[in-house]
């Protein structure tokens, strides 16, 4: 019997017994989790992604090895070398569940590295709050500003300001810890404590006044709170993205054989899930499921949906063990006979995972990475067992003839909203249809670009570039008196800016400015007027390899349609090699008329890893 979000699952049925036994599995996932990390392939793909999770105002996005912008799209898979830029009276917010970071307006941002370990961002200009829920001590959040790198040591909220023009970036720990560390630097910040960081070589520290809150820190107090008050903590992991946007949007049920199940509320009439959304390229993971509704993060990248009588609901995967993030639980149909009927252009189509129901990636991924991806998106131990699995027409798929979605080839590659150009599919076409390991197309640039509008925001065309000081001294400035409390200007005043030889930029009006500084206001900014090349950004993590632009990549993915490159293929073209073939083995194999629909492994294959 369906009962309310709020009523405790153990008062539900109030059997201690039963608690016990769920805490054991779920620390026994756990355990698991742990030993077969150990052993992840080095070329798997990250666990996380940072989800673009809001956006008021014009808001423009660069994907990884490309130069042109295009409009953001909520709900987009953030990951290593995207760049956001928010314009005038603009503002976004970037999660992965347990962290989110808040760009107010006139902010360029660049996710230099996202790792299972590390998120590493690079602030070229403008201001962002962190708010750090929980931090592992195995994880590390660093900003990387003109001046110093800003690393995270723990926990708490904090506000970083760059001003290139002016050499200047601030920093203030209202709550928390960072360590900041440049040429000649390497300071500890504590709670209630601010620095202006003047020059790089070496840098400057002085230590400043925390200034009261303005507009941009009020709101950002308010985004917390739905992270802080989300019921759906009880169900899902704190560390999936977007779990606290399901509160406002649907409600729980408790289920006698799938548990906690979230059903949306208000959807269309005869509602299917990755229909309504579109699908884009996201390396490494290739094809990747964007959702159109404001909620449709976290139920298309984790867990399994189940159709239970007329309505669709959400399983979150189980709650004790950290997720790893999947571009999409579906499975791809095609073959000869499926393409029949839909002429020369041809057809991509899909259908979602159910509870139990094995996850085959369409890119690179080990057998270790296998089981993972599975076991921490399904309530069921016995997934681990899904290697075993040698012929695809053993695995019995509840969705394939009730919940197929088609789109034209056309539609698909060039990432146009699904709803807007459904294919009819009709009995007897999907009757011949065959799982597939992914769609035989290869994305346009338009696909990789989210499948939005371009723009042209005011910024250098040019991606920041990073250097690493090879030298950090440890020697520290010295602190502020800890005997008293530094001064704390009255919150309904303008924020207490630095010294006046080193005045940052004021921000706009609403922004609560504070004195006017020598640097052009945003409102004197032509919107497509040439910036100058903006000064390096200083890092204490060596950055990755400049990801591969899409001319690099397009010839040796024309071997192969619609699959990303192989960790080995990236690897040869940056040795500046031919890219090779690829060796992975996909399951379940390319269909074909001469080729039985089996094969004997998945191409993760201990033999292989």
Known sequence: MPVTAGEGLNERNGETVKTQSKLFAALLLFVMFLAVHAFADEGDPPDRVVRLSYMDGAVSFEAAGGNDWSQATLNYPLTTGDRLWTDVNARAELETGNVAIRMSQQTDLTETNITDQLMQFGLAEGTLRLRIFDLRPDHTVEIDTPNAAITIVQAGDYRIETYPDQNTSVVTVNTGEVQVTGDNINQLVDSNQAVQLTGTNPVQLQWIAVAGPDSFDQWSDQRDQKYLNAQARQYVSPEVPGYYDLDGYGSWA????????????????????????????????????????????????????????????????????????????????????????????????????????????????????????????????????????????????????????????????????????????????????????????NPTPRAIAAGTASTRPPVPAQRPTIVQHPSVRTTA?????????????????????????????????????????????????????????????????????????????????????????????????????????????????????????????????????
């Open 254 to 441: 408790n289920e006698t054989e799938y548990g906690p199940v979230w059903y949306p509320a208000s959807v269309p009439v005869g509602w299917i899930p990755y229909r309504y959304g579109r699908w884009v390229w996201v390396e490494p993971w290739g094809w990747t499921w964007v959702d159109d509704a404001p909620w449709g993060f976290a139920p298309f990248h984790y867990g399994r949906w189940v159709l239970i009588g007329p309505r669709w609901g959400w399983i979150p995967g189980p709650i004790a063990v950290a997720p790893i993030y999947g571009p999409a639980f579906v499975a791809f149909v095609g073959g000869p006979g499926f393409s029949i009927g839909f002429g020369a252009a041809g057809v991509a189509a899909w259908f979602p995972l159910g509870p139990g129901e094995p996850f085959y990636p369409w890119y690179h991924y080990s057998n270790v990475y296998l089981r993972q991806i599975n076991v921490t998106n399904v309530r069921n131990i016995n997934i681990t067992n899904i290697t075993n699995v040698t012929n695809i027409n053993n695995v019995h798929y509840r969705y394939q003839t009730t919940a197929t979605t088609a789109v034209s080839a056309n539609a698909f590659r060039n990432a146009e909203p699904v709803t807007r150009n459904l294919v009819n599919v009709n009995p007897q076409q999907l009757s011949r249809a065959q799982v597939i390991p992914h769609p035989e197309i």
């Open 477 to 609: 400035a010295a602190p502020p008196p800890r005997g008293a409390e530094p001064p704390r200007p009255n919150p309904e005043e303008t924020r207490t800016p630095p010294p006046a030889a080193s005045r940052p930029v004021p921000q706009p009006p609403h922004e609560n400015p504070p004195v006017a500084g020598n640097r052009p206001t945003p409102e004197n900014r032509p919107a497509n007027a040439p910036q100058a090349t903006r000064p390096p950004l200083v890092a204490r993590t060596p950055p990755p390899q400049p990801n591969l632009t899409y001319e690099q990549k397009a010839p040796a993915m024309a071997e192969h349609p619609g699959r990303p490159l192989e960790p080995q293929q990236r690897a040869n073209i940056y040795a500046g090699k031919p890219a090779g073939a690829m060796q992975d083995r996909e399951f379940p194999p390319h269909a074909s008329p001469a080729a039985p629909h089996s094969a004997s492994a998945p191409h993760g294959s201990p033999s292989k890893h």
